[in-house]
């Protein structure tokens, strides 16, 4: 069984650009989770999607932004990136295990914002 | 709101030392409990979980026990390799959230040397 695919695993961009990564969760898996690794920070949850909706988000601006398809893959979009978004992106799904909480993550897309 | 606070690091370790890392929560209600562990390069995988008081999670030789009246789960194990090397996450997720968000600690950066 393939795991959780994000791509891409690196890339780097400038200040005011935007980004988008992609994440495919394990087959069967409907909820989509998005988080944010830094240093400093640790791991930040910025939202969580389950069939195509957003179930829930956490505190980060307006330019962070995400959706899922049909198909469970998920996209998370930062606008007008700051040098702060400079961050581990890491995508976890979450199947039909029940409520237990168990994330499963892919290796993240690591973006340098220069 | 929820919180998880671990212990500081990094963590030096000698092979076959015992380790130790503390991990306290605040949440209302009654969460399930979670280590996590990062791997050099890759993303988290679960390493243990409990989803009630007085459960003990187990898994690799690391142990963690759900104590409600002191609000710890605390991972243990008796000797390390140099293999286990990484970042430690403790994690809760409260009950009845409806969503898969996880709120982690900081981790623990444990480095073991042979």
């Known amino acids: 069984k393939a795991g959780v695919t994000q791509t891409p695993r690196y890339l780097i961009k400038t200040r005011g650009q935007q980004v988008t990564l992609s994440c495919s969760p394990i087959s069967g898996h409907r909820s989509v989770s998005w988080y944010q690794q830094t240093p400093g920070q640790g791991l930040q949850f910025l939202f969580e999607?389950?069939?195509?909706?957003?179930?829930n988000k956490g505190n980060f601006p307006g330019r962070f932004s995400g959706r899922q398809f049909s198909n469970s893959r998920s996209e998370m979009n930062v606008s007008t990136l700051e040098l702060g978004d400079s961050a581990l992106y890491l995508c976890?799904?979450?199947?039909?295990?029940?409520?237990?909480?168990?994330?499963?993550f892919g290796e993240g897309s690591r973006l340098t914002v220069l | 709101g929820n919180s998880v606070t671990q212990m500081e690091g990094p963590v030096t370790l000698s092979e076959e030392a015992f380790l130790t890392i503390n991990c306290t929560y605040t949440?209302?209600?009654?969460?399930?409990l979670f280590w996590y562990v990062q791997y050099p390069g890759e993303g988290l995988q679960l390493l243990l979980k409990a989803t009630k008081a007085d459960d003990k999670g187990s898994n690799k030789g690391f142990e963690a026990t759900y104590r409600k009246e002191t609000t710890s789960f605390h991972l243990e194990k008796g000797s390390v390799q140099v293999s286990d090397s990484a970042v430690y996450f403790c994690?809760?997720?409260?009950?009845?959230?409806?969503?898969?968000?996880?709120?982690f600690g900081k981790g623990t950066k444990l480095s073991v040397i042979p």
């Open positions: 999607y389950f069939s195509e909706t957003q179930r």
């Open positions: 994690a809760l997720k409260s009950l009845g959230a409806g969503s898969y968000q996880l709120t």
């Open positions: 949440a209302t209600g009654y969460p399930s």
């Open positions: 976890a799904s979450s199947g039909p295990s029940g409520d237990t909480g168990e994330l499963f």
